[in-house]
């Protein structure tokens, strides 16, 4: 059995189907983690749904981090962004004869070092930021201190990037959080943060 011809033939059907349900995208693959849209690597047709078969019958749900990616997964790496329709998502993984597997991206961080270690590690990153919970509290006795807010931050898989815990992180809409610890895979790199407080 032609098993890589097969999910080349797949691939190339789900491309098919993207030319009927999908609209033109916009495809990067990032090589660091400064400025990682800065170079557009392909333009295919793509369509995303929270449903593996693409109905196309509800929308994504508050919450849910991930949808598939329909389109021609013979040129799709984990790690790429794509963009349609003013929604931007990173590919958390891709697999044989399976859609691409996509964390729509919500927000565009920076990521500064911990103390001692200065300097840049990620600008203009897209990045999915879910809260998690209102956290604990943070051991001030300063009169009207609050519990810190807890958030994930998902990122993408990518090239030359070092997150670490105690970093900060920076979003377009002026907020700011403490990485508290941070998860490395093969999806990307989960960090789980809390608001900083002023």
Not at 113 to 122: E, L, M, N, W, Y
Not at 150 to 158: S, V
Request: glycine content about 12%; proline content about 7%.
């Amino acid at each position: 059995m032609d098993q890589a011809g097969i999910q080349q033939r797949v691939a190339s059907g789900l491309g098919r189907a993207a030319q009927i349900l999908g609209v033109q995208g916009v495809q990067y693959r990032p090589s660091g983690p400064m400025s990682p849209l800065s170079v557009i690597h392909a333009t295919p047709m793509v369509a995303f749904d929270v449903d593996a078969s693409f109905g196309m019958v509800k929308p994504l749900g508050w919450g849910v981090p991930t949808e598939y990616a329909l389109t021609n997964t013979n040129d799709v790496q984990v790690g790429d962004v794509l963009s349609a329709s003013g929604s931007v998502y990173f590919v958390a993984r891709v697999e044989a004869m399976r859609p691409a597997l996509c964390v729509p991206c919500m927000r565009v961080v920076s990521i500064t070092g911990v103390t001692g270690s200065p300097g840049q590690v990620a600008e203009g990153c897209p990045a999915a930021i879910w809260m998690k919970s209102h956290g604990d509290r943070d051991g001030s006795i300063m009169p009207g201190s609050e519990r810190p807010g807890q958030f994930m931050m998902f990122l993408p898989l990518l090239p030359s990037m070092n997150i670490l815990s105690y970093m900060s992180v920076f979003d377009d809409l002026g907020g700011s959080y403490t990485i508290v610890s941070v998860e490395n895979s093969a999806f990307g790199v989960r960090c789980l943060m809390t608001t900083q407080q002023v």
